[in-house]
């Protein structure tokens, strides 16, 4: 019986926790990227300004919702909804720290691919609903762009799971006491980063949505609460993306005197501040130096770590 | 080889550039903020900052205004609207000075127009109102008692300008009219 209160708890708690860091992370961006602008960034609504996501959220929901009368409105509705629960459903094999943690599938890790390989199906589906040509070429660009760089986002992974020989997530944590991966897998790591960021859509790689050039690229016609889903699922991505970097390579919830759970989540918004560092500083590239990047050099970076790590681990 | 060197110089050279990116914008973490939280606290504005329009007195305290005009036709938004009456001495004198503000621009030419330095602009700003008839300002909304940028400034005593009772140059501390068709100081 209590097993079974433990994890309702775990889900919900998890659910919650994650949509609402989600929505503290609009907040936590903004004052970062104002802090390295030498601006404040919102700070008026409650304090610190840390009540803006209700502000926001109460805006969203005042909001008309539109659907442009040559959108295909089933389609239009469900991308939005795709995009929430393909990310949060991704979370649910992360194992945030031992007893916490929704599932622990044996293949874990492959889960987690397929359902950032779905990810792509909200933009496609998004934008071609939208009947738009922004959107539209953004989701074209998503698509080859989320395609591109899944392919060496799954190949950076293969070094892990060679080393620990196991899919399954919680098991790769354990594998770390010894060493977190992070030495022995560095470039690894470097991929990772760089193919998650591709994969969250976000600068420098955010040319499915780049504002100068597609306007919002392919939620270019979402308002509203609609709006809203593609934004925190960018966001609940972004969270995705770190947490795998710390259950991969930089030992989950493993740590010296703090709780686990702590140390998890110490490591975890070190990261997503890491991103949004690189966001702050980076510029955007072409889109056909994008996809030269990705093909020409991560993808044979991501090959030479995979065989050198085989050979590595035989002998 | 060559090629390769190539690939290699450049996969450094950009990794180099982006940390080095990525280090200077973290470096900003601890700096200073440029911003000046307005309604909280208020930025200094420089004496020579262009807003609300005053009209200014000579250290006599009279009003400096001549109702020459040229303030009107210099305006690009044809804001400023005046009227020339005389008093009993001949002295020109604007019956009435209106400037619509909701129409000017703060571009400061009515200023350098003025031959008597009676249109200033000031460092004020804060002008906002609810209703538009109430950014149409008269005189004696524009006129203030004091001589502005200029303390030691009369035109009357500076320029030698005949009124009727004396002519150029003969009033109390009047400097003698500028001959301009000499070259000498």
Known sequence: ?315 | MSQIGRAVYLTWDYTWSTLRTLWDVASHTFAKRDTVEYPDEMPYLAPRHRGRIVLTRDPEGNERCVACNLCAVACPTDCISLQKTEDETGRWYPEYFRINFSRCVYCGLCEEACPTYAIQLTPDFEMAEYNRQNMVYEKEHLLISGPGKYPDYSFYQVSGKAVSGRAKGEGLNEAKPVNVKSLLP
């Open chain 1, 1 to 315: 019986m209590s097993s079974i209160t433990a994890n309702i708890l775990n889900v919900v708690g998890i659910l919650v926790f994650v949509v609402a860091s989600a929505a503290m992370l609009t907040w936590v961006e903004r004052r970062m990227l104002g802090i390295w602008q030498e601006r404040y960034g919102p700070n008026r609504v409650g304090p610190f300004g840390i009540l803006q996501v209700a502000a926001d959220m109460i805006k969203l929901l005042m909001k008309e919702d539109w659907v442009p009368p040559f959108a295909d409105r089933f389609v239009f509705v469900v991308a939005p909804t795709i995009a929430m629960f393909v990310v949060v459903a991704a979370y649910a094999v992360i194992p945030m720290a031992p007893g916490i943690g929704v599932i622990d599938l044996n293949i874990g890790l492959l889960f987690f691919l397929a359902m950032t390989s779905l990810s792509a199906y909200s933009v496609m589906f998004g934008a071609y609903a939208s009947d738009n040509k922004y959107a539209l070429l953004g989701g074209l660009r998503a698509a080859a762009q989320m395609l591109s760089y899944e392919v060496f986002l799954g190949l950076s992974l293969m070094g892990v799971v060679m080393l620990a020989g196991t899919f399954n997530l919680r098991e790769i944590v354990l594998a770390q006491q010894e060493q977190w991966f992070v030495i022995p897998q560095f470039l690894a790591m470097l991929l990772f980063f760089i193919a998650g960021i591709a994969e969250s859509h976000r600068t420098p790689f955010d040319l499915p949505e780049a504002e100068h050039e597609l306007t919002a690229g392919f939620h270019t016609e979402y308002s509203g609460m609609k709006f809203g889903m593609f934004f925190i699922g960018e966001y609940v991505s972004v969270l995705l993306t770190a947490s795998m970097m710390v259950v991969l390579f930089f030992g989950g919830w493993l740590g010296p005197v703090l709780p686990p759970l702590v140390w998890f989540l110490l490591k975890t918004s070190i990261l997503v501040l890491l991103m949004i560092l690189i966001r702050g500083a980076l510029p955007r590239p072409r889109y056909d130096q994008l996809m030269a990047f990705g093909w020409k050099v991560m993808l044979p970076l991501a090959m030479i770590n995979l065989v050198v790590t085989g050979v590595l681990v035989l002998v």
